[in-house]
């Protein structure tokens, strides 16, 4: 097929999709109101899972996900933050979720910070973090009811060392 033979081509087969059909006319989509966000219940039923979205080609850029993997037509429940390949925790006795994060003064380089951020179950919303001191990296454990952090591989004395109280269990990840 020669080029100007497919520039007419694709000339027409764009302007039958733009056209109606004959008598089909639609009405214009009604406005959305902006900053409306459903809330999702504080304690997830069993069937929802917590996914890590590890974006390969853009790593300060991860997500968390709250998947319904019971759901036949709106699975995605909603989505946080989760940079840096952060590891990701629920708690079992409050509505948090934690994530474990490593952030840099320069998008991928420069000064280091290593940040538990603590989220808001039901708004996805940030509810504060717990800044780790010295540029160390966490390192999740878990204990018979409890999840605490480990640092250079260093037994805390208890999880409030952070600071905050960490409870729960390990999430269901995919």
């Known amino acids: ?5 497919f520039i007419a081509a694709l000339a027409a087969s764009l302007g039958a999709l733009s056209v109606p059909a004959a008598g089909q006319t639609s009405a214009p989509l009604a406005e959305e109101p902006l900053g409306v966000v459903a809330e999702l219940p504080a304690s997830y039923p069993p069937n929802w899972v917590i996914v890590s979205d590890f974006n390969f080609n853009a790593i300060v850029d991860g ?4 998947v319904d993997t019971a759901s036949e037509n709106q699975p995605f429940k909603g ?25 840099f003064s320069r998008l ?7 940040a538990i951020t603590i989220w808001d179950k039901s708004t996805l919303k940030s509810k504060g973090e717990i800044l780790l001191p010295g540029g160390k990296r966490l390192r999740w454990s878990r204990l018979p009811g409890q999840v605490c952090g480990k640092i250079k591989l260093k037994p805390m004395s208890s999880c409030r060392e952070f600071g905050h109280q960490i409870m729960g269990g390990m999430p269901p990840m995919i």
């Open 1 to 5: 097929m020669s080029s100007r033979a």
């Open 63 to 66: 997500r968390g996900v709250v």
């Open 79 to 103: 989505m946080f933050r989760a940079s840096q390949f952060a590891s990701i925790l629920t708690a079992t006795t409050k509505p948090e979720i934690y994530t474990a994060e490593t952030f």
């Open 108 to 114: 991928s380089e420069g000064d280091r910070t290593d």
